[in-house]
Structures are given as C-alpha cells and as structure tokens.
C-alpha cells in the first residue's frame, strides 16, 4: 500500500472505475438482448395466433374450405368426396 495520491493508489482507482464503467455496460447490453428477445416472443406469438385465427376461420367459418354444408355431405370426408366428384 502506498500513500494516498501516489501513482499505484491513482492507478487502482482508475482500474477500479473502468472495470466498474465495463460491468454497467455489460448490464445495459444484457438488459438490451432481454428487450430485444422479448419483443422477438412478443411478435411470434402475435403471428402465431393470427395465423391460427385465419386457419380456424378459413376451414370452419361461413363458406369454409372444409366443413363447408355442401348438400348431405357435412364430413370433411364428405366434402372431399363430394369434391372428388364433382372434378370427374
């Protein structure tokens, strides 16, 4: 140990405060990746429902591909039958 205000002690200091001012910026930079890794979840769920969504509605609601009311036949089996049918 040195004196105060001597080289060695105004060095330890200097190498303290940067190691400090380092471990702030890793903080910040990890709390950066978490935000950024949040909003990547945030936008994938939100697609992944829409897509959904437009799935359920396009195969089941009013004038849906597959259980659609086309005459008796009411099954998805039906309807590809039915659709079979009528392409020959």
């Given at each position: 140990m040195g004196i105060p205000g001597t080289p060695s002690k105004i060095a330890e200091k200097k190498r303290n405060k940067?190691?400090?001012?380092?471990?702030?910026?890793?903080?910040?930079?990890?709390?950066?990746?978490l935000l950024l890794l949040e909003v990547v979840v945030v936008v994938v769920v939100v697609v992944v429902v829409v897509v959904v969504?437009?799935?359920v509605v396009a195969l089941t609601g009013r004038g849906g591909?597959?259980?659609?009311?086309c005459g008796s036949h009411k099954t998805v089996g039906g309807n590809l039958d039915h659709a079979i049918y009528q392409l020959h």
């Open positions: 940067q190691e400090e001012e380092e471990e702030e910026e890793e903080e910040e930079e990890e709390e950066e990746v969504v437009v799935l591909l597959f259980l659609r009311n």
